[in-house]
C-alpha cells in the first residue's frame, strides 16, 4: 500500500512539475506581452505627442524658458536675435530664436510664421512653434545639429572641414531642390531674398535644409515680377536687378543668382565677401573660375580623384549659368535641378557674365596662385516708377 502511495507521488509529481513550469512559462509570457503592449502603447502616445510638438504651436515665454532651461546653452546669435537649444520633455531637440524688440517693425516675425506654417519639404527647416507674448518673440525650429553650411565652406585643402566632392554635389542638389519647391511646390510663391551659406542648416546626414524666410516675400506665380521699394539681401548674394531695375526685372530668377553664388563659394572654399585682402590681392572669383572654364583649364582646386574633378566643373558651371546678369538668361531652378542630377560633360559653357574686365589682366599675372574674392561693388541706383 505504501508502496502504491509512493508510487502515486512520484507519477504525479512526475506529471505536475511539467505542467507547473509550463503554466509559469505561460504565466511570464502573458505578464511580458502584458508589458510589451504597455511599453507599444506608451510609444504610440509618445510619437502622437511628437507629432503634435511637430507642428506649429504657440508657446507662451514661460514655455520657452523651461523648454531652454532658463536660456542655458546659447548655440549663436544673428542681426535679429540669438538661438538657444532647447528640449520638449519627450526628448525632441528645439532651437529657439529671441528676437531682438530692437531690430525691424515685426516684419521679419509676421513673415516667418507666415510663410513657414505651410511649408512642408526635407530641404526647408521646420517651424515647430513661436511665441508672441507681450512684446516678446520668438521662433522654435527644429534642431539640426550640424550648425550651417557656412561652417564647412572650406578649401578642399582644408582636410579637416572639406566635406567632400560627392557631399559637396547632394548638398547643391538639395539646395535646389528646396528653392524649387518653394517657386513651384507651394501654393503661392515664395521668394527668399537671402540665400547664403548662413541661411543653409545641416541635419545629422549633412542634408541641407533652407532657413531664415525674415525677408522672403509672397508672389503668384503667374506673376513674372515682382515689386520691391528696398534692396533686401546680404552682399555678394544679391542680384543685380534687386539693386536697380536696370538690370531687370525682381523676380524668382533672383533667388537663382543667390543660389549660384552659394555653389561657386563652395567649389571654391571661399567667402563670396572677403575684406582681409589687400587691393593689390584681391581677385573676383566667379570671374577668375570663368576664364579658367573658358581656356579649357582645370579649376585648380585640390582634386584627388577623376570624378572630383568632373563634379567640381559641372558644380562651375551650373554656378556661372546661375549668375548671368541678365535674368532672362539664368535656368529656372527645375532646370537647375535637372543640371545636377544630368551628366556634367552635357552641360553647355554658359555665356560670360561678366564682359571685359581689368580683372582678366591681373588674374594672368596671378594665375598660378588660389585667388581670393572682390566684391563687385553695386551701388543702388534710383528708379522712376
Known sequence: MLQLKYTVLIAGITIGLPLLVLAVIKIYRMYSLDKIEKEYRLKIERFL???????????SYVDLKRITEQFKYELGQGTYGTVFKGKFSNEILVAVKVLNNSKGNGEEFVN?????GRIHHVNVVRLV????????RALVYEYLPNDSLQKFIASADAKNHFLGWERLHRIALGIAKGIEYL???????ILHFDIKPQNILLDNDFNPKISDFGLAKLCSKEKSAVSMTTARGTIGY??????????GNVSYKSDVYSFGMLVLEMVGGRKIVDDTAGDGEQIYFPEWVYNLLDEGEDLRVHIEEEGDAKIAKKLAVVGLWCIQWNPGERPSMKTVVQMLEGEGEKLEKPPNPFGSSATTQKMSANVTRRPVLKLKELATISEAE
Do not use: W
Open 49 to 59: 505627442d511628437d507629432y503634435r510638438a511637430l507642428k506649429p504651436t504657440r508657446y
Open 112 to 116: 516667418e510664421v507666415g510663410m513657414m
Open 129 to 136: 512653434g513661436f511665441c508672441a507674448d507681450g512684446f516678446r
Open 183 to 189: 517657386h513651384q511646390g507651394c501654393d503661392q510663391r
Open 238 to 247: 544679391i542680384a543685380p536687378e534687386v539693386f536697380s531695375r536696370n538690370f
